[in-house]
């Protein structure tokens, strides 16, 4: 079984500034399997990133994945005040644990 | 528009029963997977199962396997999660998602791409 591990756990940053967050697999997966999901408390998860690089429909190009094998990283350019939330790696039926964006 | 509608909060005991629901809209039921992921207070993310209506094929993470039944019904586009004796354990979010599986320049990508806003569930004596 393949285990997802999400890291930092919590990103303290400011809006403007750029996020930087790392989901790492047990072992190669295949990129077209991995997504990433935005939380905002007290919502559901909404798709950000799907096949690890290709932004869902709607998702602003401030939204950016990249990755291959084992490494994903979703990168925020310049952080907006609704991008505050926790971020989900997904591949298949595996999340990873999630990463916490909090405001500085 | 795509549209996932969930049942509404319950409040149950331990050892009762349960069925909670999830009506599509918007598209053709039978051609998509339905996924069920829980999350418990304060908690992250996790796969239940998926099932897929148009012949009612259903798959378990182990972790959920003989605790929950994943069913649907597609004369009336809906998605079920049942349970037949609930525990406090059991007390969380319930969320139903399409799973997409889409071909493209050769690949299969796979993603949940809509989601309902999920079903409450609190078990307590």
């Known amino acids: 079984e393949i285990v997802l591990t999400q890291s930092p756990g919590t990103l303290s940053l400011s809006p403007g500034e750029r996020a930087t967050l790392s989901c790492k697999a047990s072992q190669s997966v295949t990129s077209t399997y991995l997504g990433w999901y935005q939380q905002r408390p007290g919502q559901a998860p909404r798709l950000l990133i799907y096949g690890a690089s290709i932004r869902a429909t709607g998702i602003p190009d401030r939204f950016s994945g990249s990755g291959s094998g084992t490494d994903f990283t979703l990168t925020i350019s310049r952080l907006e005040p609704e991008d505050f939330a926790v971020y989900y790696c997904?591949?298949?039926?595996?999340f990873g644990q999630g990463t916490k964006l909090e405001v500085k | 528009d795509v549209h996932l509608a969930q049942s509404g909060a319950e409040l149950k005991k331990p050892g009762e029963s349960l069925k909670i629901s999830c009506e599509a809209s918007g598209y053709d039921f039978t051609s998509s997977w339905i996924a069920w992921v829980r999350q418990m207070p304060g908690r992250g993310l996790e796969w239940m199962g998926i099932?897929?209506?148009?012949?009612?094929?259903?798959r378990y993470s182990p972790s959920f396997q003989g605790q929950v039944t994943i069913s649907a019904d597609k004369s009336i586009s809906t998605a079920f999660l049942q349970w037949t004796s609930l525990k406090a354990s059991d007390t969380a979010m319930y969320y139903c998602a399409r799973r997409m599986r889409r071909a493209a320049a050769g690949s299969f990508y796979y993603y949940m791409d809509v989601w309902g806003k999920g079903t409450t569930v609190t078990v307590a004596s």
């Open positions: 997904q591949q298949y039926g595996t």
């Open positions: 099932i897929y209506p148009g012949d009612s094929d259903a």
